[in-house]
């Protein structure tokens, strides 16, 4: 029968407890049921309002994804029939809109942290948002900040922003206010500890369990929760949880992740979804603190469920509180309203199963042949924003004996496949599962479809036309008798190269989803080197996801100029060429280190286990990307932050100046009991199968069919029922944590000036000492993009938050200012910092 669940809910039951080896997951229980504060209160008072009039089933709707390919998007809610309330219509992805036509395809999220731009960032979230807003999606499942990029190899690092937190923090808010200004629900993902593709799924038999991401509670805090809580300070709707487990607890049940870290630290007030199939119990989940599941059936088109009529049983017998139910709901109606889809909702006009105009409704189920596809364009004018963020986001790692900017060279060669066109066209291999032609995003579900793909052959070809340039282009990376004739007394030889990564359910060269190396792909090394080997004047460009080996590169005398595009999208040709000729100076910088070899990290991915459930211990700690290259003292080929321009930059004049916030008070007190909305009827007769429905097959529906389970031996956790008043968290209280993490304690300025000859925007960064004998040597806390014009000076400020200047402390569970002296770093790169002062 239905309900024989029983035995796997006692073996994940005994996973949270932590009876394998490793660390344990502390339990955290009550669920913190939302409270509406910080900037919440118009929408909770409207969700209230509409989930008290909901019935039980019209509520586990809500909750629960009609499950795999059975509505228009890849993650559709239940409906709401009596009241025509659609549902929700969840659709990837962090760089656009996925698996419709005439949408754009933006930068990947490495690119915007590479533009060191809030401007940027937020205008590419407001500009993806609104392309959801305009095809009907209700959530765009983005921004990312899990993976935050442990390990270079990393296959979704550039899903994400950057090994930085505070990078990826403040462009994670910034994303997270650009799309829902425009009216759509931000996802912020994956939560949490998803740091490599491998085995992050369960692959029996080799594999029964997802690994475990063990780490102690002052990394979670310093290094890995950081963005997340900057994610809940913007206001984000809602959060995924991740596939794996911390701890030896899954993600989608870590009531330490979900309900103390998440809910009751950071107090967020959105909605916790599942990653799709992610969920893995019924009531243990939901005690845990997850309010939605996706994509609702058990398994892909398994049919069953975990909630759906799981949960309307659960609820019925009183194993989960009405309380703890009309929370999940509260919530994602709270969202809704929050970002304004009340005003801003347009009905779903595409459909993610087929581009074409007509197909199923149900296409797992075959059922219900009608249009789907409403072909409707919400490119609007982002093909300019994309063009202005790929040259943006383009560092310039080296530039010597002014090779660049280009001016009308004479004759011009641009060599390797990662120039021009895929012959199949841009969207030639699904989710991108392919490196053939110019690499403008990775693979995955982190994807979109092309509306168009400029390549650099095509955009430097134009170029050269314009310029009466003599021009030859080579795109087979084997053929070296064709490379050398081509670039034989060129002014200029350009040559292209990549590597590319993505999702793990999709293996591409052998790579399942993580990189298996740091080198180049389709023998880019070898081609760059045959290049160099013939002519002095030898450029090299790299779309590639994240580091790669580049010393010998580096260090190569006829390799006059080395750049680093990433992950441009549509418009790679025109944003690359921009700024080879100068029309746009480079401000980009690193957004990671480039070691000089794969072992100069400390950190990789775990491609196998010796053991089952498998073991990633973060033992690095907080040390990852540079602060462990600072660290253990290892020279990289480039470091974190940065970047050349076409102009030079000097630092002048740092001011520091102590405010006076007053101390620190923890949040004390207790919260009120747990709201309940709307009574509910607690008939099972009433719960069931409305007579004469006709039910599409498979497909996830809140309804019971005949008895429910109501004596079966329990084993819930303790407090997981309470709904009493609780205690608050000394660190928690406000949107991202305690209010008073974000008081001013310093404001520190620095005069920036342009001491070259051309227009130059320079990426200040200040960083910041704790002095403690287990703090990083220093750790990025703020940037601005100043513009400047030929010997112009601007002011640098940055205020400096207490937060800023804390450490976790795992006893008090909270932040500490320690009595270690504090040192404050100004300049352009963390390794470039010629200002510096105590923070007395
Ligand atoms: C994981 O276990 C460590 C060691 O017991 C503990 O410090 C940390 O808080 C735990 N973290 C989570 C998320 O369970
Ligand atoms: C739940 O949602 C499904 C469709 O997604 C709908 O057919 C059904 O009528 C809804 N049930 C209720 C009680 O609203
Ligand atoms: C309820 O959950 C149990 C245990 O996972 C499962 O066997 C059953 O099929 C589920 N019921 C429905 C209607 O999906
Ligand atoms: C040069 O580029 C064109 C497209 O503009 C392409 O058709 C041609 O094959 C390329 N030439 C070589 C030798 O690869
Ligand atoms: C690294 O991986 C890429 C992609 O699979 C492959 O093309 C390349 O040959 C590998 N490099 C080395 C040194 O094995
Ligand atoms: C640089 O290019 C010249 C040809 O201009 C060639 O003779 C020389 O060997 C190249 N240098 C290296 C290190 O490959
Ligand atoms: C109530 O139903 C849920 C879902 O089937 C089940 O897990 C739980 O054990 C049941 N409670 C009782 C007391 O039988």
Not at 1 to 29: K, R
Not at 555 to 577: K, R, V, Y
Not at 645 to 674: C, D, Q, R, V, W
């Given at each position: 029968?239905?309900?024989?669940?029983?035995?796997?809910?006692?073996?994940?039951?005994?996973?949270?407890?932590?009876?394998?080896?490793?660390?344990?997951?502390?339990?955290?229980?009550?669920?913190?049921?939302?409270?509406?504060?910080?900037?919440?209160?118009?929408?909770?008072?409207?969700?209230?309002?509409?989930?008290?009039?909901?019935?039980?089933?019209?509520?586990?709707?809500?909750?629960?994804?009609?499950?795999?390919?059975?509505?228009?998007?890849?993650?559709?809610?239940?409906?709401?029939?009596?009241?025509?309330?659609?549902?929700?219509?969840?659709?990837?992805?962090?760089?656009?809109?996925?698996?419709?036509?005439?949408?754009?395809?933006?930068?990947?999220?490495?690119?915007?942290?590479?533009?060191?731009?809030?401007?940027?960032?937020?205008?590419?979230?407001?500009?993806?948002?609104?392309?959801?807003?305009?095809?009907?999606?209700?959530?765009?499942?983005?921004?990312?900040?899990?993976?935050?990029?442990?390990?270079?190899?990393?296959?979704?690092?550039?899903?994400?922003?950057?090994?930085?937190?505070?990078?990826?923090?403040?462009?994670?808010?910034?994303?997270?206010?650009?799309?829902?200004?425009?009216?759509?629900?931000?996802?912020?993902?994956?939560?949490?500890?998803?740091?490599?593709?491998?085995?992050?799924?369960?692959?029996?038999?080799?594999?029964?369990?997802?690994?475990?991401?063990?780490?102690?509670?002052?990394?979670?805090?310093?290094?890995?929760?950081?963005?997340?809580?900057?994610?809940?300070?913007?206001?984000?709707?809602?959060?995924?949880?991740?596939?794996?487990?911390?701890?030896?607890?899954?993600?989608?049940?870590?009531?330490?992740?979900?309900?103390?870290?998440?809910?009751?630290?950071?107090?967020?007030?959105?909605?916790?979804?599942?990653?799709?199939?992610?969920?893995?119990?019924?009531?243990?989940?939901?005690?845990?603190?997850?309010?939605?599941?996706?994509?609702?059936?058990?398994?892909?088109?398994?049919?069953?469920?975990?909630?759906?009529?799981?949960?309307?049983?659960?609820?019925?017998?009183?194993?989960?509180?009405?309380?703890?139910?009309?929370?999940?709901?509260?919530?994602?109606?709270?969202?809704?309203?929050?970002?304004?889809?009340?005003?801003?909702?347009?009905?779903?006009?595409?459909?993610?199963?087929?581009?074409?105009?007509?197909?199923?409704?149900?296409?797992?189920?075959?059922?219900?042949?009608?249009?789907?596809?409403?072909?409707?364009?919400?490119?609007?004018?982002?093909?300019?924003?994309?063009?202005?963020?790929g040259g943006?986001?383009t560092?310039l790692l080296k530039n010597v004996n002014k090779a660049l900017p280009l001016n009308k060279p004479k004759s011009i060669a641009v060599i390797g496949e990662d120039a021009h066109d895929n012959p199949g066209g841009p969207?030639?291999?699904?989710?991108?599962?392919?490196d053939i032609g110019t690499l403008a995003?990775?693979?995955?579900?982190?994807?979109?479809?092309?509306?168009y793909l400029i390549s650099p052959n095509t955009a430097l070809k134009a170029q050269a036309a314009d310029d009466k340039s003599q021009y030859v282009n080579v795109s087979n990376n084997y053929d070296f008798d064709a490379v050398t004739k081509a670039v034989t007394g060129a002014e200029v030889a350009i040559v292209f190269a990549n590597a590319?990564?993505?999702?793990?359910?999709?293996?591409?060269?052998?790579?399942?989803?993580?990189?298996?190396?740091?080198?180049l792909w389709q023998n880019g090394d070898a081609l760059i080197a045959h290049v160099a080997s013939i002519n002095p004047n030898t450029i090299v460009v790299l779309h590639t996801?994240?580091?790669?080996?580049?010393?010998a590169i580096?260090?190569h005398p006829n390799i006059t100029a080395i750049l680093w595009a990433?992950?441009p999208?549509?418009e790679s040709g025109n944003a690359i060429t921009d700024v080879l000729y100068g029309k746009v100076?480079?401000?980009?910088?690193?957004?990671?280190?480039?070691?000089?070899?794969?072992?100069?990290?400390?950190?990789?991915?775990?491609?196998?286990?010796?053991?089952?459930?498998?073991?990633?211990?973060?033992?690095?700690?907080?040390?990852?990307?540079?602060?462990?290259?600072?660290?253990?003292?290892?020279?990289?080929?480039?470091?974190?932050?940065?970047?050349?321009?076409?102009?030079?930059?000097?630092?002048?004049?740092?001011?520091?100046?102590?405010?006076?916030?007053?101390?620190?008070?923890?949040?004390?007190?207790?919260?009120?009991?747990?709201?309940?909305?709307?009574?509910?009827?607690?008939?099972?007769?009433?719960?069931?199968?409305?007579?004469?429905?006709?039910?599409?097959?498979?497909?996830?529906?809140?309804?019971?069919?005949?008895?429910?389970?109501?004596?079966?031996?329990?084993?819930?956790?303790?407090?997981?029922?309470?709904?009493?008043?609780?205690?608050?968290?000394?660190?928690?209280?406000?949107?991202?944590?305690?209010?008073?993490?974000?008081?001013?304690?310093?404001?520190?300025?620095?005069?920036?000036?342009?001491?070259?000859?051309?227009?130059?925007?320079?990426?200040?960064?200040?960083?910041?000492?704790?002095?403690?004998?287990?703090?990083?040597?220093?750790?990025?806390?703020?940037?601005?993009?100043?513009?400047?014009?030929?010997?112009?000076?601007?002011?640098?400020?940055?205020?400096?938050?207490?937060?800023?200047?804390?450490?976790?402390?795992?006893?008090?569970?909270?932040?500490?200012?320690?009595?270690?002296?504090?040192?404050?770093?100004?300049?352009?790169?963390?390794?470039?910092?010629?200002?510096?002062?105590?923070?007395?």
């Amino acid at each position: 029968m239905l309900w024989s669940s029983i035995a796997s809910f006692a073996a994940l039951t005994a996973v949270v407890n932590g009876q394998y080896d490793g660390e344990t997951s502390p339990p955290s229980y009550p669920s913190p049921w939302m409270r509406g504060g910080n900037g919440w209160a118009d929408a909770y008072q409207k969700a209230q309002a509409f989930v008290s009039q909901l019935t039980l089933l019209e509520k586990v709707n809500l909750t629960t994804g009609v499950g795999w390919e059975e509505g228009p998007c890849v993650g559709n809610t239940g409906s709401i029939p009596r009241l025509n309330f659609p549902g929700l219509c969840l659709q990837d992805s962090p760089l656009g809109v996925r698996d419709t036509d005439l949408n754009s395809a933006f930068p990947a999220g490495v690119n915007a942290a590479a533009t060191w731009s809030t401007r940027l960032m937020k205008s590419r979230g407001n500009a993806m948002g609104s392309e959801h807003r305009d095809k009907g999606v209700d959530v765009q499942l983005g921004p990312v900040a899990g993976p935050l990029g442990r390990s270079p190899e990393g296959g979704r690092n550039w899903e994400g922003f950057s090994p930085d937190p505070v990078l990826t923090g403040v462009a994670i808010g910034q994303t997270i206010q650009g799309i829902q200004d425009a009216g759509v629900i931000a996802c912020a993902k994956h939560f949490i500890m998803n740091e490599q593709e491998h085995v992050r799924s369960a692959t029996p038999p080799e594999y029964e369990f997802s690994y475990s991401s063990n780490l102690d509670d002052k990394t979670m805090h310093e290094l890995y929760l950081w963005p997340f809580a900057d994610a809940v300070r913007a206001g984000a709707g809602a959060i995924m949880c991740s596939y794996n487990q911390v701890n030896n607890s899954y993600a989608s049940q870590n009531s330490w992740t979900l309900n103390y870290l998440l809910k009751n630290e950071l107090d967020f007030q959105g909605f916790v979804t599942s990653d799709w199939w992610a969920q893995l119990t019924g009531v243990a989940s939901a005690l845990a603190g997850l309010d939605m599941t996706m994509a609702g059936d058990q398994g892909l088109n398994s049919g069953d469920t975990y909630w759906g009529s799981n949960l309307t049983a659960a609820v019925l017998n009183g194993t989960i509180p009405q309380w703890r139910l009309d929370d999940m709901v509260v919530r994602i109606m709270s969202a809704y309203y929050k970002v304004g889809r009340d005003k801003t909702s347009v009905p779903v006009n595409f459909n993610s199963w087929t581009l074409e105009t007509d197909g199923y409704r149900f296409p797992e189920s075959n059922e219900d042949f009608t249009q789907v596809n409403w072909h409707v364009n919400v490119q609007d004018d982002h093909a300019a924003l994309i063009r202005e963020i790929g040259g943006a986001s383009t560092v310039l790692l080296k530039n010597v004996n002014k090779a660049l900017p280009l001016n009308k060279p004479k004759s011009i060669a641009v060599i390797g496949e990662d120039a021009h066109d895929n012959p199949g066209g841009p969207n030639a291999c699904g989710d991108r599962g392919c490196d053939i032609g110019t690499l403008a995003m990775g693979w995955g579900s982190g994807t979109a479809n092309f509306p168009y793909l400029i390549s650099p052959n095509t955009a430097l070809k134009a170029q050269a036309a314009d310029d009466k340039s003599q021009y030859v282009n080579v795109s087979n990376n084997y053929d070296f008798d064709a490379v050398t004739k081509a670039v034989t007394g060129a002014e200029v030889a350009i040559v292209f190269a990549n590597a590319d990564s993505g999702e793990g359910y999709l293996t591409i060269d052998g790579n399942e989803g993580d990189r298996n190396n740091l080198t180049l792909w389709q023998n880019g090394d070898a081609l760059i080197a045959h290049v160099a080997s013939i002519n002095p004047n030898t450029i090299v460009v790299l779309h590639t996801v994240g580091a790669v080996i580049v010393e010998a590169i580096k260090n190569h005398p006829n390799i006059t100029a080395i750049l680093w595009a990433g992950l441009p999208g549509q418009e790679s040709g025109n944003a690359i060429t921009d700024v080879l000729y100068g029309k746009v100076n480079p401000q980009a910088k690193t957004p990671f280190t480039w070691g000089k070899a794969r072992e100069d990290w400390g950190t990789d991915v775990m491609y196998t286990f010796p053991s089952d459930p498998p073991q990633l211990n973060f033992v690095e700690g907080v040390f990852i990307d540079y602060r462990h290259f600072d660290a253990a003292g290892i020279e990289p080929s480039y470091e974190f932050g940065f970047g050349l321009s076409y102009t030079t930059f000097s630092y002048s004049n740092l001011k520091i100046t102590k405010n006076n916030p007053g101390p620190y008070e923890p949040t004390t007190g207790m919260t009120s009991p747990a709201p309940t909305f709307g009574t509910i009827d607690y008939n099972p007769a009433h719960a069931e199968f409305p007579p004469g429905f006709s039910a599409v097959p498979r497909y996830v529906y809140p309804y019971i069919s005949g008895p429910i389970p109501t004596n079966l031996p329990q084993n819930w956790p303790a407090h997981s029922q309470d709904g009493s008043p609780q205690p608050k968290l000394a660190a928690g209280g406000s949107g991202g944590g305690n209010r008073q993490l974000y008081d001013t304690m310093y404001t520190v300025s620095a005069t920036v000036t342009n001491t070259g000859n051309v227009k130059g925007t320079e990426i200040a960064q200040l960083y910041i000492s704790l002095g403690g004998p287990t703090d990083p040597k220093i750790q990025l806390r703020g940037f601005d993009d100043l513009i400047l014009d030929p010997g112009e000076s601007e002011t640098f400020t940055y205020e400096i938050t207490r937060r800023d200047i804390s450490n976790w402390d795992t006893v008090s569970q909270n932040w500490v200012v320690s009595a270690y002296p504090k040192t404050v770093y100004v300049g352009g790169s963390s390794r470039d910092l010629p200002l510096s002062g105590a923070l007395g």
